[in-house]
């Protein structure tokens, strides 16, 4: 395809993307909150459990939740499930323009295993299907009855799978399909288990008879995990700004701590939905970013006498230009990507501490290293721009 129309196809695919993973998860922050936040009525209804009064858009409004089901159904119930499903959808989409169409620039990176682009593509959607096939029979094992054991069980499986997958494909790409296991298995979760479940609950109260029990357990078991998911799983979606994690040696107990952090975040609202203050948990999250961000600090190696601006500027003509030029001659790159261009000694002294960030340090540029650069062009690079990027 055009690069210009693909541009424009990737950002209509972004943009419904977060626009929709946005209505999903705000509808799930707002059901969560609600939950927990109503109240026995004021006046009492037969079987009504809880009310809730709010204002909100010039508006009052009051919710009221059945402690089993109404009498009689309305006319319309509205069931939430395309947010997720519409989410799900965008992003497999996306996942599919940037990673497996151009899979050479973005899936594989012959720096981390040397993989054919197909053979990147088949590990990136047995990954897809292979996490929620094995999530979904943990979930339906005895493990489903004893909830901390599962998780815990889920984490290790999860920080495998980073781990894996980091040994594979390019590390941006490595990220990126964690997050879309993730999505999977939460969009799965509302389509399989969670949806299903309610249909049954409409289905037993229009018959007369209980819900099915089991059901009922397993789609509470599926929301408590969807609930912990979201904040490990948004990170994700914007981690690709982020060389300094998925750009690093450790990138997969980097996402590991991050998913730490994100999880006792959301734990963190669930205690205060529940009206219990915990005054530790979101100090502890802020402490544990700061112990992240500096235990996996570069190197600075200063030592040696500097590099001269000549070999740099031959290195970056050679393996950066072709992309990063006003008028790049890399295929399927019309403009110069995120505006960075490379050409003149000026622009690659003033872009000298992004080019150590993401050529020295994290290594994710050049892209896919498909200009073939060595280890010691980085190393002198990082010389010349840690003396401060001289241009003699
Ligand atoms: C094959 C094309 C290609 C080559 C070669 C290449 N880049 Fe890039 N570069 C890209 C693309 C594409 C992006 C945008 C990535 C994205 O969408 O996040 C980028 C982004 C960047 C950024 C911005 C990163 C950020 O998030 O702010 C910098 C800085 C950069 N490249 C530096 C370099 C340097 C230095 C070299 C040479 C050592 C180089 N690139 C070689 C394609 C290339």
Redesign the pocket.
Known sequence: MEAHLAQWLNLALRWSHVITGIAWIGTSFYFNWLNSRLAPPERSEPGVAGELWSVHGGGFYRVVKYAVAPAHLPRTLHWFKWEAYATWITGFVLLALIYYVGAA??LVDPGTARISPAAGVAVGIATLVASWLVYDALCRSPLGARPLILASLLFVLGTALAWGLTRLLSP?AAYIHVGAAIGTIMAANVLMVIIPSQKEMVAAMAQGRPPDAELGKQAALRSLHNNYLTLPVLFIMVS??Y?ATYGHPLNWAILAGLAVIGVGTRHWFNLRNQGRRNAWLLPAAALGLVALALATRPRSDTGGAGASFADVRV??AR??????SSA?T?PG?PVA??G?V?DTPDQIQA?AP??L???VDAQ?????N??G?TPD??AL?GKWIRAGAPLK
């Open positions: 620039s973005f941006r690709s700004h060389p290195i970056v393996r950066c230009a072709g992309c990063h790049p890399q790159t990507p995120l960075v490379l872009s992004r080019i960030a993401v050529a994710t540029m050049p892209l896919g498909l200009t650069m062009e980085r690079l």
